[in-house]
């Protein structure tokens, strides 16, 4: 049975973190005209930002393999607000790009240690709470364009620093609730792992988890674009209404929040490849659809793509974490740092493809990037059973052929 008081504060601490990142793409196409950047160096601050949130994850995966730190999870929170209120305040490039490390340093930290205690908590139906944990993130992400909107709205890019104060009160809150984290999950912490680094090489460098990195890379370029993207397209290309692109931002995310809570349930029914490669394949017709409709309609297309390609996120989570187990930290920080955090380096590209060869282009290239991650997703193992059996099996027979064999045998004699 999952403890329900930690998971909500587990959650309220995800959405506050991720609430911080989300106001970041609605900041973009301001901090571009403040500043006078041009498209490279825009998706050079998305660059910026998930390098520092995602890429480096596992490095706190790892450490959060070997010791308890539940510590970060609060520093993190107040790390990450206070970066992104920096950010709008920057007076110039450099310092831009400076406070948006810092606060991507800070939601870093944050997610390994938070994923650990999920799945701690989650027993048997770790791929459900892995879920629900996800959905306080995607609602932060949602949420983080309406929060960016009101208080640029209403005070300028300065406004921004108004989400330290909620940061820090929601970081107090979480660090109350350390006694009881460790009370419920205390044996599960006091675990830690001590594999060899060869065996840690070894794993991250097979192939499923290649495939799976490779495949949840795409689906993060994907989104970077959509999320960062789609508002410059929509405001500087076609002159249309900041505030109406950031609630089609919104819906997409919310969507997203919405897809993550039937995801996970579904792929323990029906698998977890198969989960992914439906989503991948409805992704293209629903993109397709996303620039060529307006209004209303733009915003219900939104959502269902949100609904889509973020309900997989829990699933790719929990299907690293089955293919490592004894790296849970590692495997947490892989897929949902390093992989997501590759679509920084999607963003930095796509920008380029911008401004040389216009936005136009640049947004049929997110349209046409879920054909690939679809191919690649069919190259999946159906579980990480079936992966595991296969190591099993391939140690039995290296074990039998390095054995010593038994005096007048031949090595080879059947």
Same mark, same amino acid.
């Given at each position: 049975?999952l403890d329900?008081?930690?998971?909500? $504060?587990?959650?309220l601490?995800?959405l506050?973190?991720?609430l911080?990142?989300g106001?970041?793409?609605?900041m973009?196409?301001?901090?571009?005209?403040?500043?006078g %950047?041009s498209y490279?160096?825009t998706?050079?601050?998305v660059?910026a930002?998930?390098?520092?949130?995602s890429?480096v994850?596992?490095?706190?995966?790892?450490y959060?393999?070997?010791?308890?730190?539940?510590w970060?999870?609060?520093?993190?929170?107040?790390?990450?607000g206070?970066?992104?209120?920096?950010a709008?305040?920057?007076s110039?490039?450099?310092?831009l790009?400076?406070?948006?490390?810092?606060s991507?340093?800070?939601?870093?930290?944050f997610?390994?240690?938070?994923?650990?205690?999920?799945?701690l908590?989650?027993?048997?139906r770790?791929?459900?709470?892995?879920?629900?944990?996800? /959905?306080?993130?995607?609602?932060g992400?949602? %949420?983080?364009?309406?929060?960016?909107t009101?208080?640029i709205?209403?005070f300028g890019?300065p406004?921004?620093l108004g989400?330290?104060?909620?940061?820090?009160?929601?970081?107090?809150?979480?660090?109350?609730?350390?006694?009881?984290?460790?009370?419920?999950?205390?044996?599960?912490l006091?675990?830690?792992s001590?594999?060899?680094?060869?065996?840690? $090489?070894?794993?991250?460098?097979s192939?499923? /988890?290649?495939?799976?990195? %490779?495949?949840?890379?795409?689906?993060? $370029?994907?989104?970077?674009? /959509?999320?960062?993207?789609?508002?410059?397209w929509?405001?500087?290309?076609?002159?249309?209404?900041?505030?109406?692109i950031?609630?089609?931002?919104t819906?997409?995310?919310?969507g997203?929040?919405? #897809?993550?809570?039937?995801? #996970?349930?579904v792929?323990?029914?029906l698998?977890?490849?198969p989960?992914?490669?439906?989503?991948l394949?409805?992704?293209?017709?629903?993109?397709?659809?996303?620039?060529?409709?307006? #209004?209303?309609w733009?915003l219900v297309v939104?959502?269902?793509? #949100?609904?889509?390609?973020?309900?997989?996120?829990?699933?790719?989570?929990v299907?690293?974490?089955?293919?490592?187990?004894?790296l849970?930290?590692?495997?947490?920080g892989?897929?949902?740092g390093?992989?997501?955090?590759t679509?920084?380096?999607?963003?930095?590209?796509?920008?380029?493809i911008?401004?040389?060869w216009?936005?136009?282009?640049?947004? $049929?290239?997110i349209?046409?990037?879920?054909?690939?991650?679809?191919?690649?997703?069919?190259l999946?193992?159906?579980?990480?059973?079936?992966v595991i059996a296969?190591?099993?099996?391939?140690?039995?027979?290296?074990?039998y052929?390095?054995?010593?064999?038994?005096?007048?045998?031949?090595c080879c004699?059947?």
């Open positions: 049975m329900a008081v930690i998971m909500l $504060w587990l959650n601490g995800h506050f973190t991720d911080n990142q106001a970041l793409p609605l973009l196409p301001l901090l571009q005209k403040s500043l %950047l490279t160096a998706g050079a601050i660059l930002s998930q390098i520092s949130s890429i994850q596992p490095l706190f995966g790892y959060s393999d070997r010791r308890s730190m539940l970060i999870m609060p520093l993190g929170i107040l790390v990450t206070m970066g992104i209120g920096l709008g305040i920057a110039n490039y450099p310092v790009l400076l406070a948006v490390l810092l991507g340093l800070g939601a870093a930290s997610h390994p240690e938070a994923s650990k205690v999920a799945f908590i989650g027993g048997p770790r791929a459900s709470a892995m879920s629900i944990f996800y /959905v306080g993130g995607n609602l992400f949602g %949420l983080g364009p309406l929060l960016a009101a208080l709205g209403w890019l406004g921004m989400v330290i104060a909620p940061s820090a009160l929601m970081a107090l809150g979480l660090r109350a609730s350390f006694p009881r984290i460790v009370r419920v999950t205390g044996e599960g006091k675990h830690h001590r594999v060899p680094g060869r065996e840690i $090489w070894s794993t991250l460098f192939r499923p /988890v290649m495939l799976l990195v %490779l495949v949840v890379s795409i689906r993060s $370029w994907v989104q970077m674009g /959509v999320v960062n993207f789609i508002p410059l929509y405001v500087n290309y076609l002159g249309g209404s900041q505030p109406f950031s609630r089609v931002v819906a997409f995310l919310i997203g929040a919405v #897809g993550t809570l039937v995801g #996970g349930p792929s323990d029914s698998g977890r490849k989960v992914i490669a439906l989503s394949a409805l992704m293209m017709p629903l993109l397709y659809l996303l620039i060529h409709t307006r #209004g209303a733009m939104s959502g269902i793509a #949100g609904f889509v390609l973020v309900s997989t996120y829990s699933v790719t989570v299907f690293g974490q089955e293919l490592m187990p004894k849970l930290g590692i495997a947490s892989l897929m949902m390093f992989a997501i955090g679509g920084g380096i999607g963003a930095t590209v796509l920008g380029r911008a401004d040389v216009g936005m136009p282009v640049a947004l $049929w290239c349209i046409v990037l879920p054909v690939l991650g679809f191919a690649l997703s069919l999946l193992p159906r579980d990480a059973a079936e296969a190591g099993a099996k391939e140690e039995k027979a290296g074990s052929v390095q054995s010593p064999t038994r005096a007048g045998e031949s004699s059947k």
